[in-house]
């Protein structure tokens, strides 16, 4: 079992920088990949980046270049450097975690919106 939870949201002007955070509860985190995902309102849950358990990264096409993820394991938390913030970067930020395909543990998110 997996416990989640998001935080390092806000608001931010565009250009500007946010890290966001989630701390995991679990003996087994460091087997875990680690996603996030951000669902905008009216729009469907999209998944931003992934890293996996031995630590290769994966970036969706609108943030690659701004956003970085990584993990500490010693801390049981994944971290999403976000860069370059622009409006349409607005969303609720999830982190999730899973084992194989699919993802079976989800934070309750955490709000991040940036203003133009």
């Known amino acids: 079992q997996v416990q989640l939870v998001e935080s390092g949201g806000g608001l931010v002007q565009a250009g500007n920088s946010l890290r966001l955070a989630c701390a995991a509860s679990g003996r087994t985190f460091t087997s875990y990949a680690m996603g996030w995902f951000r669902q905008a309102p009216g729009k469907e849950r999209e998944q931003v980046a992934s890293?996996?358990?031995?630590?290769?990264?994966v970036y969706a096409d609108p943030v690659k270049g701004r956003f970085f993820i990584s993990r500490d394991n010693a801390k049981n938390t994944v971290y999403l450097q976000m860069n370059s913030l622009k409006p349409e970067d607005t969303a609720v930020y999830y982190c999730?975690?899973?084992?194989?395909?699919?993802?079976?543990?989800w934070g309750q998110g955490t709000q991040v919106t940036v203003s133009s």
């Open positions: 890293i996996s358990s031995g630590g290769s990264t």
């Open positions: 999730a975690a899973r084992s194989g395909w699919a993802y079976d543990y």
